[in-house]
């Protein structure tokens, strides 16, 4: 498993590794599977992840894009300024609401 | 769906293969792996070699099997790679042999023409390992950017207001106060400013990969590294420069393009690319072998019959563009900046060289220029030619448009300078300039939108620098002040450079706002210069394209010590803007009548009404035009242009029934010499106005 998957009482929180990318975006997207099929709300942890690459984005994108018009909403807790930056300027932050910590995420996410 | 071509059929080593497509060309992602296609008429075998990023060995170089080779492409889909960190070149085989115009070098690693990223300069200035022998490889990117609904905005030609401006020197000066500077995350950060300017269409210096490096020397006096700072010296067509994104270094650069076009467009600013077709960033003989001279050198250049290049471009060598290859890898690399990267338009870099044939020879109808103006994906894409070149070909009015080209109307430039430095025999001219350049386009049956009128671009002086130097001023250049335009016409208003001399400093910000307000009101479509809304210098220098430093950026502290003339150019772009009679789509008629059956849609006065004066000793000329307004109903704009060095009492036209407003009066300083809407006071006398010596007012008036 690349990334850990908790289903909770009213969302689905899944925590990114230290580094996501091509190496091991494959595997992460194996383990988004049933996160996409339960429609429900995300928040993705990414308190411990210092490296997004590419791929990486791309993927945390599709989720965003699978979910959302389901209706769900997908937040991301706790991520590093500088990978909140990037996203930001390519354009990969427009489907996502940013929350500082896990439990603002959750709170947001009801 | 089930497709039985996402499987291997062949192995080289731990590789996986299988026979590529030879279409399309470039390295493309596919079920299973990635698409290698590569064309060269002349090689005789092709090696891909493939890298890790930041690895300066390859690890595999895989030949192309002669059976995987269709034509003259080779092709190749090997399996199983990781597209984000692996980084590829071509080795090709094939007789050096330069008098046949052939110089294959199979030692070299070559960079794909079609490459959509390029490593190798991913961080601007970086000074680079020259002991590596491949100094550039190619990337491969996912076309997969997340547009949500945008669209080139389509913006009719008429209505835009071009910006011109470099990545890179728009937001690198410390005083731009963006996260990101010098990149196109920070141009991001100042759309705000430039929609409070009005401008509707970015016009960026060359964006795609060039080697900043490229001829870089110290200067031997001051000791600054010179670089190519502009970037007139394209690598790689299809790729935007990695060292002008904040995310360069990771790679990620084809995004934040995308990103920052977006913004753009949700902020309603059309963007166009300055791209440069007539040359590429290898040089002559002596150049670098960094890609097409080693793919196929005699189909890429334009070749004397001694297999030297021919230098059209005064840069060394000529993409050889009507070779029918070379034409469709054109065709290709604009098609995907349109359906890629959502490009709005071009300016094409020395667009004359377009026009010549496989031997320089200029043609009648070039097939490229035709192909690019009926293209349908580029159909409604605006195509500007700089319609000239190095090799003396000047085509300004006569550039092959099929309706659909338009040009840098460098007549315009020239003939607004002379009147503006008070020249004689300069009002018959002039009147041609405002009235969209009749002279030029009309015997083609184009209109005035073939006209991009500017006073001031990248070339040449600042505007702050047209009004302040008679001369220019490149010796930070390092060639003896020899380089650069010496046809400047500038006058320096009685003091070569910066002046402490309040007569000398009034008259400059006259002239300033002289020529802003005669760009912005005539037919045709202005571009502006970024910065000139705030007096940019450089000082006298009219070539700073090697200058990576504070003579060539920006510098934003300006701005508030300027904010009056920042106001004026806002003020007459939305002045513009608002009133349709200023950018008609036809050539206006002195003899039409469209809105008043009394006024014709154009009229020439002189300081007596009705009566222009365009004897050579004449330097007072006036406009009136006559059309339906925005809201409904006629409106007229008069322009009373004083280029004497003395004031004068211009006539006004009688029109019955309406008020003249004065909207402008440059010979007022700042804030009356521009009235927002609504504001505008009436002049003191309703049938004459005193124009002051080098200055220009605006009257409106409407009816109904």
Known sequence: MTLSV??????????????????????????????????????????????????????????????????????????????????????????FDFCETLGEARAAGV | MFRVDGYPTHEYGDFKLRPGKPLPFGATIVAGGVN???????????????????????????????????GNVFAMTVFDLDYETIEYGYRMDGPFDPDAGHRFDRSKVLIDPYARSLSGRNVWGETPDWTTPTQFRSGIVPDDFDWQDDKPLEIPFGDLVIYEAHVRGFTRHPSSGVRHPGTYAALREKIPYLRDLGVNCLELMP????????NSRRHPETGEMLLNYWGYGTIGFFAPKAGLAATGSLGMQVDEFKAMVADL?????????????????????????????????????????EGYYWNFSGCGNTLNCNNPMVRSMILDCLRAWVSEYHID???????AILGRDQFGAPMESPPLLETLAFDPILGKCKLIAEAWDAGGLYQVGSFPSWGRWAEWNGKYRDTLRDFLRGESGCVGPMAQRLAGSPDLYRWQQRDSHASVNFVTCHDGFTLHDLVSYDSKHNEANGENNADGCNDNRS???????????????ALRH??????????????????????????????????????????????????PANRDLFRFVRLMIAFRRAHPVLRMPRFLDVVGHVADLRVPSLSWHGTE?????????????????????????????????????????????????????????TGIPAPEDIWPPREEPEPADPRSVLVGPRSVMVLLADRG
């Not at chain 2, 006058?491 to 001399?501: A, F, L, R, T, Y």
């Open chain 1, 6 to 95: 908790s289903i909770e009482s009213t969302s689905v929180v899944v925590t990114l590794p230290s580094r996501l990318d091509g190496t091991n975006a494959a595997e992460a997207e194996t383990d988004l599977a049933p996160v996409l099929a339960a429609g429900r709300t995300v928040v993705i942890d990414a308190a411990n992840c210092s490296y997004i690459s590419s791929a990486g984005l791309r993927l945390l994108l599709i989720l965003a894009k699978v979910l959302k018009p389901q209706g769900a909403k997908v937040l991301i807790a706790g991520m590093a300024p500088q990978l909140m930056e990037i996203m930001r300027i390519t354009g990969f932050d427009h489907l």
């Open chain 2, 36 to 70: 290698f296609s590569v064309f060269s008429r002349f090689a005789t075998a092709c090696d891909l070699v493939l890298f890790h990023r930041h690895e300066a060995e390859p690890f595999a170089i895989i030949p192309f099997p002669d059976s995987f080779r269709t």
């Open chain 2, 207 to 214: 964006v795609h990969e060039f080697d900043e490096f490229e």
């Open chain 2, 265 to 305: 467009h949700r902020n309603g600013i059309e963007i166009i690319l300055d791209i440069v077709f007539n040359h590429t960033g290898e040089g002559n003989e002596n150049g670098p072998t960094i890609g097409f001279r080693g793919i196929d050198n005699k189909t890429y250049y334009m070749l004397t019959p």
């Open chain 2, 345 to 351: 338009g071009f300016r094409f870099d020395l667009a």
């Open chain 2, 491 to 505: 006058w320096n208003c009685g003091e070569e450079g910066e002046s402490i001399d309040p007569e000398v400093l």
């Open chain 2, 510 to 559: 006259r002239q300033t706002r002289n020529a802003l307000i005669l760009l912005l009101l005539s037919q045709g479509v202005p571009m502006l210069l970024a910065g000139d809304e705030f007096a940019q210098t450089q000082h006298g220098n009219n070539n700073s394209y090697c200058h990576d430093t504070e003579l060539s950026w920006l510098d934003w502290s300006r701005l």
């Open chain 2, 609 to 665: 009404a009705w009566r222009p004066d365009f004897s050579s000793a004449s330097r007072t000329l006036a406009l009136l035009l006559c059309g339906e307004r925005a809201q409904g109903g006629t409106e007229y704009i008069y322009v009373a242009a004083n280029m004497h060095w003395e004031a004068h009492v211009f006539e006004l036209p009688d029109l019955p029934g309406a008020r003249w407003r004065i909207a402008v009066n």
